[in-house]
């Protein structure tokens, strides 16, 4: 299979190691040192004792350079697919599609739904609905990103927790192609099978990056600490229970109980969150998708969400604040 992975960051970068190990031929979306890198040394990716280094790839910061891929792993934030949504559909041979890996409501959450929501367009991460007219939804299929990983040098991914990306087909079907995507995935060591329901799985994951990103982002504090203290862990279950009555007025289910998502993210451990990551990092935060999103559908639902609405305007204003001062905020140790 032809795979090209559109932002070789902690996650795709994992799985554009493992992938590769495989045999699928494999193609990378990267840029600065980080492209530099690989383009010099490879991919390199760190599980355990265990050490990859894919040199057999093809590298570049030039999406037009990249055609005819069965498959294109959207490993993007969020808030950057719209530059480049163009860009997308021309690297897909006849049957190709693009696997969503972003957290948060996707721009393609409505599309293809089959409630009285559907074609709605998701402004907070579509304000002009230019990826939704972009993207064909019949080439999209969505994946929930599982793992933690971090960027421990340019070209050098380093893997944290978790091997599961269950994907699905945005009309619930249980496709040829899905399923030929989940084999792959399977093959390159990964955990993954077919979800007939892709969007109770967003709001799964979501649950817990909507409270655990921004509190940790704005705490300084991994995934323990803030789940064994105690104001926290209630701030955490009170933004759950919120985004928890929109998802259902919504059509969507969860199949684990909030004490539980909750305890599973303590159970990960010292890991420090992808948001405070990119804070540490100088980079622009993805608050839009995980959380501006939620308030967005509050109002589309008639929820209120006032925790979720306090924490949005702090993290927001802590990234306008580390992006006009051009600094990155990093704790360290006296």
């Known amino acids: ?31 600065g040192a980080h492209l530099d890198a690989i383009l010099n040394h490879g991919l390199k990716y760190i599980e355990g004792e265990e050490e990859i280094v894919v040199k057999d790839l093809v590298a570049t910061a030039d999406m037009d ?91 050098v991914i380093r893997h944290i927790e978790g091997h599961r990306y269950p994907v699905g087909e945005l009309d619930g079907s249980e496709s040829e192609r899905v399923r030929a995507i989940c084999d792959a995935f399977v093959g390159a060591g990964f955990k993954s099978f077919v979800l007939p329901d892709i969007r109770s799985e967003i709001w799964l994951k979501l649950w817990g990056n909507l409270s655990f990103n921004p509190i940790s982002a704005l705490t300084h504090s991994t995934l323990v600490d803030i789940c064994r203290f105690a104001p926290t862990r209630a701030l955490v279950a009170e933004m759950m229970t919120e985004a928890q009555q ?41 608050i839009d998708g995980m959380l501006g999103v939620v308030v967005e559908l509050g109002r589309l639902t008639e929820t209120p969400t006032p925790a979720i609405d306090a924490v949005f305007a702090l993290v927001s204003l802590l990234n306008k604040t580390a992006e006009e001062e051009g600094i990155r905020i990093r704790g360290e140790k006296l």
């Not at 934030?77 to 972003?102: E, F, N, Y």
């Not at 393609?108 to 609905?129: H, I, S």
């Not at 059509?251 to 540490?280: C, N, P, W, Y």
């Open 65 to 155: 350079e990249i055609r005819d891929q069965d498959l294109v792993l959207l490993g993007v934030k969020a808030h950057q697919i719209a530059p480049i949504a163009d860009k997308l559909m021309p690297m897909l041979s006849a049957d190709g599609v693009i696997v969503t890996l972003q957290n948060g409501i996707p721009w393609w959450y409505f599309q293809k739904l089959d409630n009285a929501y559907r074609d709605t367009v998701v402004e907070t991460v579509d304000p002009d609905g230019r990826i939704a007219a972009t993207i064909d939804p019949d080439r999209v299929i969505g994946c929930i990103a599982y793992p933690a990983a971090t960027i421990d040098a340019p070209g």
């Open 246 to 286: 929109i998802a259902e007025k919504l059509g969507a289910s969860f199949r684990v109980s909030l004490d539980k998502r909750i305890a599973g993210a303590e159970s990960v451990g010292k890991h420090k969150t992808s948001m405070l990551q990119d804070l540490e990092a100088g980079k622009a935060l993805e």
């Open 1 to 31: 299979m032809k795979v090209c992975v559109v932002g070789a960051g902690a996650i795709g970068g994992m799985m554009a190691a493992r992938l590769g190990q495989a045999g699928h031929e494999l193609s990378l979306i990267a840029r």
